[in-house]
């Protein structure tokens, strides 16, 4: 280890929280991890690349939650409790005071999510190369309790919290192949202002962690949405070898998405777009006010946008019930 490597390490190391379940955290071969009895742990990882995950001149806080708060959301569909996170930095060679500030300002993003949700970061790895994160998550779920893709059943009713298509509608602003082929409305200056709601969504996804756990005797599938709502639903339908309809005119829509964006354009930033970090789960009708209500009780909006059906696939209606067909099912990120 270089000595540039181990001044990075130690300012990680006097940055992050602690708990009582870490007896041993950053600074030896490996962390203990103390998992509470008759809990199964879940782990989720997930890595982004500079240039194709985040923008190269993105700034370092956002870099610093997003890699934190994609994992979280991970958990957040299983309907885990997030405990721990593992921290894998590449970073391009530099002068020192430059790679230091980066650091200090990833961890302003990334320990203030992680305080949010008493998150202790037990290690990682830090090495030269091109600029990339890998997070890991690790949290609790009851033994036999996860929300998983393969539970959904047929007459379930299909659910997304939040309003999907923000940070589709941010991607196309920004002139992201190939999202800057959708229709958006281009405010007069510069779109980083005058969408900042949007972009907000896109660098600062909102982990839906208590959703997540207050669906968990509730819900029979979940997923959450990082690669756009119907190929994600479509993973969902595919493990549970089902399928689904979607009421197009049902979408929640935010208000800074309806500024930019309207009808079938808008549309298919909802349902073919990426990185909204929203959950989208199912559950039975009879299910419906206990959910509102749980939901309601830690803040989370969310609302049906139809059911799930034998017939395989993932089909989308319009409010007149014709057929509507979607330029494209996801995004394969960007780039
Ligand atoms: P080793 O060579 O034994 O793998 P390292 O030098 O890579 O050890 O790391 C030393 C300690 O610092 C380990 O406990 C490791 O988990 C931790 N560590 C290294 N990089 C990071 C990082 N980016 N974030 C958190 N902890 C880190
Ligand atoms: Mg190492």
């Not at 708990?19 to 742990?41: E, T």
């Not at 593992?86 to 020192?96: E, F, N």
């Not at 190929?231 to 493990?239: I, N, P, S, T």
Request: hydrophobic content about 45%.
């Amino acid at each position: 280890m270089s000595a540039a490597e181990f001044d990075l390490i130690a300012r990680i190391r006097a940055r992050v929280g602690t708990r009582d379940d870490v007896v041993l955290g950053i600074g030896d071969d490996a962390a203990l991890l103390q998992p509470p009895a008759g809990m199964q742990l879940a782990v989720a990882t997930d890595t982004l690349n500079g240039g194709v995950h985040f923008f190269e001149d993105a700034a370092p806080a956002d870099i610093g939650w997003k890699s934190l708060a994609v994992n979280l959301s991970d958990l957040a569909a299983m309907g885990a409790l997030p405990a721990w996170a593992t921290l894998s930095l590449s970073l391009p060679a530099q002068p020192g005071d430059a790679m230091q500030a980066f650091v200090d300002g990833f961890l302003d993003g990334f320990v203030q999510l992680a305080a949010q949700h008493r998150v202790a970061l037990v290690g990682g790895d830090t090495t030269r190369g091109p600029l990339s994160v890998c997070v890991t998550a690790m949290g609790f779920v009851q033994a036999g309790a996860a929300l998983r893709r393969d539970a959904a059943r047929v007459g379930d009713e299909v659910w997304i919290t939040g309003t999907p298509g923000d940070a589709a509608a941010a991607l196309a602003l920004a002139g992201v192949a190939p999202y800057r082929d959708a229709e958006v409305r281009r405010c007069v200056g510069d779109p980083l202002t005058d969408h900042a709601r949007l972009f907000e969504r896109l660098q600062r996804p909102t982990p839906r962690v208590a959703a997540g756990r207050a669906l968990g005797s509730l819900a029979h599938a979940c997923i959450d949405v990082s690669d756009g709502l119907l190929a994600d639903l479509g993973h969902v339908c595919a493990a549970s070898k089902v399928g689904a309809r979607i009421d197009a005119a049902a979408l929640p829509v935010s208000p800074a998405l309806a500024a930019a964006c309207e009808g079938e354009a808008r549309w298919s930033l909802q349902l073919g777009g990426g990185d909204d970090y929203e959950l989208c789960f199912t559950a039975a009708p009879s299910r419906r006010d206990a959910i509102a209500s749980a939901l309601r009780a830690v803040d989370t909006p969310a609302c049906v946008i139809g059911r799930i059906e034998a017939e395989p696939g993932v089909r989308v209606w319009r409010a007149d019930g014709s057929p509507w067909t979607p330029p494209r099912r996801g995004y394969q990120h960007f780039g």
